[in-house]
């Protein structure tokens, strides 16, 4: 598997997740030039940035999500974390991690978050 996610879940509006997302050892040799996020797809809805982490470490959020979470790596441990705060009924979505390593981008297999409201 390239990328691992888990951490999603159902919760109450206003409450938080941690989704973590493990890279491969073996295929992310160079994990802290690589460019990394969290993207989600809402049924019905197009693919979306979440989070992102440039190749220069540069944070990057969507519009909604600004403010309310929080991208995070791990270089060593080959890592990416996101703090979902403050969850809404519209941050519904099946969550994927990215990374891009020499023009390829690999995916994550989703993980679901679903918030009640």
């Known amino acids: 598997v390239q990328l691992q996610a888990s951490g999603g879940g159902l919760v109450q509006a206003g409450g938080s997740l941690r989704l973590s997302c493990a890279a491969s050892?073996?295929?992310?040799?160079?994990?802290?030039?690589?460019?990394k996020g969290w993207y989600r797809e809402a049924p019905g809805k197009e693919r979306e940035l979440v989070a992102g982490?440039?190749?220069?470490?540069?944070?990057t959020y969507g519009d909604s999500m600004r403010g309310r979470f929080t991208i995070s790596g791990d270089n060593a441990e080959k890592m990416i974390y996101l703090q979902m705060n403050t969850l809404n009924p519209e941050d519904t979505a099946v969550y994927f991690c990215?990374?891009?390593?020499?023009?390829?981008?690999?995916w994550g297999q989703g993980t679901q978050v679903t918030v009640s409201s």
């Open positions: 990215a990374c891009n390593q020499r023009g390829i981008t690999y």
């Open positions: 050892e073996s295929i992310f040799t160079d994990f802290s030039s690589n460019a």
């Open positions: 982490i440039t190749s220069t470490g540069r944070l």
